[in-house]
C-alpha cells in the first residue's frame, strides 16, 4: 500500500501564492504518475495536473495552464503544485494521487492511492 500525505493549503487573497506538498510513503516504488485534482463544493472532482516519473513530462488542465507548476523529488518520494495568480475559482479541496501506471491519466479512476486532501481558499 502507499499513503500520501497532503500539506500546504489555507486562506490566499486573489494574485497569491500557495505551494502545496505531497508526500508519499509505504510501497513507493511502485508509483510511477502523480497527480493533483480539485473538488469545489457542489461540483465534481476534476483533474489539476500530472507528471512523470522521471518528472521529465508534465501535464495540466486549462484552467490551471500558464498559473500553476507541478514538479516531484523522488528522493523525498514528494511531489508539489505551486500555484501562483490564485483566483477565487481555485478554490476547493485539493488532493494528491498517484498511478501504478505508465501512461498520464486525467480521469480520477484511473489513480490508485489518494491522499485526505488540502483546503484551499481564495478570497477576492
Known amino acids: 500500500q502507499v499513503q500520501l500525505v497532503e500539506s500546504g493549503g489555507g486562506l490566499v487573497q486573489a494574485g497569491g501564492s500557495l505551494r502545496l506538498s505531497c508526500a508519499a510513503s509505504?510501497?513507493?516504488?511502485?508509483?510511477?504518475?502523480m497527480g493533483w485534482f480539485r473538488q469545489a463544493p457542489g461540483k465534481e472532482r476534476e483533474f489539476v495536473a500530472h507528471?512523470?516519473?522521471?518528472?521529465?513530462?508534465?501535464g495540466y488542465a486549462d484552467s490551471v495552464k500558464g498559473r500553476f507548476t507541478i514538479s516531484r523529488d523522488n528522493a523525498k518520494n514528494t511531489v508539489y503544485l505551486q500555484m501562483n495568480s490564485l483566483k477565487p475559482d481555485d478554490t476547493a479541496i485539493y488532493y494528491c494521487?498517484?498511478?501504478?501506471?505508465?501512461?498520464?491519466?486525467?480521469?480520477?479512476?484511473?489513480?490508485?492511492?489518494w491522499g485526505q486532501g488540502t483546503q484551499v481558499t481564495v478570497s477576492s
Open positions: 509505504g510501497r513507493t516504488f511502485s508509483i510511477n504518475t
Open positions: 507528471i512523470s516519473r522521471s518528472g521529465g513530462v508534465t
Open positions: 494521487a498517484a498511478q501504478r501506471g505508465m501512461w498520464l491519466a486525467v480521469r480520477a479512476d484511473d489513480y490508485d492511492y
